[in-house]
């Protein structure tokens, strides 16, 4: 089967969707697929190789552009493709992640618009793109890419889908208005849609409501990740203290600061283990601030020798992570529709401590890889934590059972062969699996 994903880059951030997206088109092609990962917006950051074709549609400049001023909705292609260098994206990337999404509302309204918005010549470019590569079947990354899915369906004729994993997080940053106007859109885009994919059941409930999406539409496709380097000997330091990881983007949406708050709160309980919490993950200067602010607390509380922060990692560096810590604690204030990170750490024996929302019930309630907290309770979260560095036998029992669940039912070739059986019920050439 010839696949094409447009996926989009995350203004020069580690993402979870470029991730996932990354880790699916590789698997893909090991499984005998025709797939093409084309990146939209700017390159995409992974930290595994990089399945993605050198050329991005809807370049953040040329989009921007064609946002403020008239004329450059009418420059020649020559003219776009100087704005549309790689290198040249990837150094605006280091100021567009400053930007918030609420200043983006007039321009994400206009995508969605499609070709009847300020960057249909955009969409026109992608048309002809695809209508050159001839796919069997076009997915888009999220639905704020969907509005140049009615162009695509009536020029190419063949099935499109919609990921679905983290597009709530941009919207609910807008005003009521402008969020319903995207819904409008969106909905409206939908009439060309197939069928929809969402990362986790609790997710695909989420959306159909929050968006006005049919549920039945919208098929569950859990994550799984590449299982290379993972699994390894854990650190046999017999003299390393016990210790809780955070691996995530450090920002306020997964939970940083609830972490810091659950450890200062951890190591104040009589009795509690010495124990010391490290901290990795992509940060970027928008949230160097916030991240400070944690840092004077941990310092605050005379426990700043027991923190370290580690620069956000290659693969490598990030199993090796892994690795080092005992429980991993990510207690997102978002309600996560993935959780990479959890499998990740599942991967090398690591259980976890999770607020009971988003899709983190369905993954621990079905593996038995670690504890679900009160969602509002920082004493509920120390108190887990507590649990499993002093119950040895049960943070040994939940990370062998967590390693087990990925094994057998989170790997990328899973993800993959359970993505295609999805494509071939509407696809009418069926494909190997």
């Given at each position: 089967?010839?696949?094409?994903?447009?996926?989009?880059?995350?203004?020069?951030?580690?993402?979870?969707?470029?991730?996932?997206?990354?880790t699916?088109?590789?698997?893909?092609?090991?499984?005998?697929?025709?797939?093409?990962?084309?990146?939209?917006?700017?390159?995409?950051?992974?930290?595994?190789?990089?399945?993605?074709?050198?050329?991005?549609?809807?370049?953040?400049?040329?989009?921007?552009?064609?946002?403020?001023?008239?004329?450059?909705?009418?420059?020649?292609r020559?003219?776009?493709?100087?704005?549309n260098?790689?290198?040249?994206?990837?150094?605006?990337?280091?100021?567009?992640?400053?930007?918030?999404?609420?200043?983006?509302?007039?321009?994400?309204?206009?995508?969605?618009?499609?070709?009847?918005?300020?960057?249909?010549?955009?969409?026109?470019?992608?048309?002809?793109?695809?209508?050159?590569?001839?796919?069997?079947?076009?997915?888009?990354?999220?639905?704020?890419?969907?509005?140049?899915?009615?162009?695509?369906?009536?020029?190419?004729?063949?099935?499109?889908?919609?990921?679905?994993?983290?597009?709530?997080?941009?919207?609910?940053?807008?005003?009521?208005?402008?969020?319903?106007?995207?819904?409008?859109?969106?909905?409206?885009?939908?009439?060309?849609?197939?069928?929809?994919?969402?990362?986790?059941?609790?997710?695909?409930?989420?959306m159909?409501?929050?968006?006005?999406?049919?549920?039945?539409?919208?098929?569950?496709?859990?994550?799984?990740?590449?299982?290379?380097?993972?699994?390894?000997?854990?650190?046999?330091?017999?003299?390393?203290?016990?210790t809780?990881?955070?691996?995530?983007?450090?920002?306020?949406?997964?939970?940083?600061?609830?972490?810091?708050?659950?450890?200062?709160?951890?190591?104040?309980?009589?009795?509690?283990?010495?124990?010391?919490?490290?901290a990795?993950?992509?940060?970027?200067?928008?949230?160097?601030?916030?991240?400070?602010?944690?840092?004077?607390?941990?310092?605050?509380?005379?426990?700043?020798?027991?923190?370290?922060?580690?620069?956000?990692?290659?693969?490598?560096?990030?199993?090796?992570?892994?690795?080092?810590?005992?429980?991993?604690?990510?207690?997102?204030?978002?309600?996560?529709?993935?959780?990479l990170?959890?499998?990740?750490?599942?991967?090398?024996g690591?259980?976890?401590v999770?607020?009971?929302?988003?899709?983190?019930?369905?993954?621990?309630?079905?593996?038995?890889?670690?504890?679900?907290?009160?969602?509002?309770?920082?004493?509920?979260?120390?108190?887990?934590?507590?649990?499993?560095?002093?119950?040895?036998?049960?943070?040994?029992?939940?990370?062998?059972?967590?390693?087990?669940?990925?094994?057998?039912?989170?790997?990328?070739?899973?993800?993959?062969?359970?993505?295609?059986?999805?494509?071939n019920?509407?696809?009418?050439?069926?494909a190997?699996?």
């Amino acid at each position: 089967m010839r696949i094409a994903f447009i996926t989009a880059g995350a203004a020069g951030m580690y993402c979870g969707s470029c991730m996932r997206d990354n880790t699916l088109v590789t698997a893909l092609r090991r499984l005998g697929h025709d797939a093409l990962l084309i990146p939209a917006y700017m390159p995409i950051k992974v930290d595994e190789p990089d399945a993605s074709q050198q050329k991005v549609f809807f370049g953040g400049v040329n989009i921007y552009l064609e946002q403020k001023f008239w004329l450059f909705r009418h420059t020649p292609r020559f003219l776009d493709r100087l704005f549309n260098f790689r290198w040249l994206l990837k150094w605006v990337s280091r100021f567009a992640v400053r930007a918030k999404y609420s200043e983006q509302a007039e321009l994400t309204i206009s995508m969605l618009r499609g070709a009847r918005g300020k960057q249909a010549k955009e969409v026109e470019k992608l048309v002809e793109y695809l209508r050159d590569e001839k796919p069997d079947v076009v997915l888009f990354t999220n639905a704020l890419l969907s509005g140049a899915i009615p162009s695509v369906k009536q020029a190419l004729g063949v099935p499109v889908f919609v990921t679905l994993q983290g597009d709530d997080i941009f919207l609910d940053e807008l005003s009521e208005h402008e969020r319903q106007k995207c819904f409008e859109l969106i909905r409206e885009n939908g009439g060309s849609v197939d069928a929809y994919i969402s990362t986790s059941a609790y997710y695909a409930d989420h959306m159909a409501g929050y968006m006005g999406v049919a549920r039945e539409n919208i098929h569950v496709v859990p994550p799984g990740i590449s299982l290379t380097g993972h699994g390894g000997p854990a650190d046999a330091n017999p003299t390393r203290p016990l210790t809780i990881g955070y691996f995530a983007r450090i920002c306020p949406e997964k939970g940083f600061h609830r972490v810091v708050e659950a450890f200062i709160r951890l190591r104040q309980t009589p009795g509690a283990p010495d124990a010391k919490l490290r901290a990795s993950g992509w940060m970027g200067e928008n949230n160097r601030a916030y991240f400070d602010e944690q840092v004077k607390r941990l310092t605050n509380a005379g426990l700043i020798g027991d923190f370290e922060h580690v620069e956000s990692p290659a693969h490598d560096d990030k199993v090796r992570f892994m690795r080092s810590i005992d429980v991993l604690c990510v207690p997102t204030v978002y309600r996560e529709p993935k959780g990479l990170y959890v499998l990740e750490a599942w991967a090398n024996g690591v259980p976890v401590v999770l607020p009971a929302h988003g899709s983190f019930p369905e993954l621990v309630e079905s593996t038995n890889g670690g504890l679900l907290v009160n969602p509002d309770s920082i004493e509920e979260l120390a108190g887990g934590l507590h649990r499993v560095l002093t119950d040895h036998e049960f943070r040994r029992g939940a990370g062998r059972a967590g390693e087990t669940a990925v094994r057998e039912r989170f790997t990328a070739d899973t993800m993959a062969r359970d993505t295609v059986a999805l494509l071939n019920q509407f696809v009418r050439t069926q494909a190997p699996v």
